[in-house]
């Protein structure tokens, strides 16, 4: 089984390649640099990424026949790590929506 702590690494690789591509597409997406609005985009996507390390951790758990730890393939860590960016960004542009009204 891999360490939390590795995957911890992973996600964190992931995620400043992410906020770097996303900043490159559009420079004020998180609002403006040092802003409460960009601190708080910046926390939730933080509190995705623990959670897609945490379950990329525990994977599916342990095979019931052989004792060996079941983790996931390289297409389905990537699909979970797009599914909790695509609700990161959901949750950022909830709170920008709240914020504007």
Avoid at 11 to 38: D, F, K
Wanted: glycine fraction near 6%; aromatic fraction near 8%; include cysteine.
């Amino acid at each position: 089984m891999i360490e939390i702590e590795d995957w911890e690494a992973k996600a964190n690789e992931h995620l400043m390649g992410y906020i770097t591509r996303r900043l490159r597409e559009q420079p004020h997406v998180y609002s403006a640099p040092n802003s409460r609005q960009q601190r708080e985009a910046v926390e939730i996507l933080v509190r995705y990424k623990h959670a897609w390390a945490t379950d990329m951790h525990e994977g599916r758990g342990v095979d019931p026949d052989s004792g060996e730890y079941i983790g996931y393939t390289f297409n389905e860590q990537r699909k979970a790590w797009g599914d909790c960016m695509r609700m990161a960004e959901s949750e950022i542009n909830a709170l920008g929506a709240r914020k504007a009204a």
